[in-house]
Nanobody, 119 residues
Framework: QVQLAESGGGLVQAGGSLRLSCAAS????????MGWFRQAPGKEREFVAD?????????NYADSVKGRFTISRDNVKNTVYLQMSSLKPEDTAVYYC???????????WGQGTQVTVSS
């Protein structure tokens, strides 16, 4: 059974930093694209970043977080991270970790972790 467990959310002032972690189990982690999404109150869930393990191992970011957030993965610890810096109040959301098998959409999701950025 695939399980994704996020941690590291919390309350931070604008301009601050947080690091989210997502520990994965029940899957061949090294073969999965791992991503972060977020959902703010009253809004749809949106893509934040992902990291692809095959090919050139590229990473992708939403325009709204480029230059401020960094996604990384540890294929030994089966963990993906999201380092968030220069946080803004508009980054406030529940952040979800997700996994996608080769050639598939994101079909495994964590329960989410709340990030609140105060102004």
């Amino acid at each position: 059974q695939v399980q994704l467990a996020e941690s590291g959310g919390g309350l931070v002032q604008a301009g601050g930093s947080l690091r989210l972690s997502c520990a994965a189990s029940g899957l061949l982690f090294g073969f999965y694209t791992m991503g972060w999404f977020r959902q703010a109150p009253g809004k749809e869930r949106e893509f934040v970043a992902d990291t692809i393990t095959w090919g050139d191992g590229s990473t992708n970011y939403a325009d709204s977080v480029k230059g401020r957030f960094t996604i990384s993965r540890d294929n030994v610890k089966n963990t993906v991270y999201l380092q968030m810096s220069s946080l803004k109040p508009e980054d406030t959301a529940v952040y979800y970790c997700a996994a996608a098998g080769p050639g598939r959409e994101f079909d495994y999701w964590g329960q989410g972790t709340q990030v609140t950025v105060s102004s």
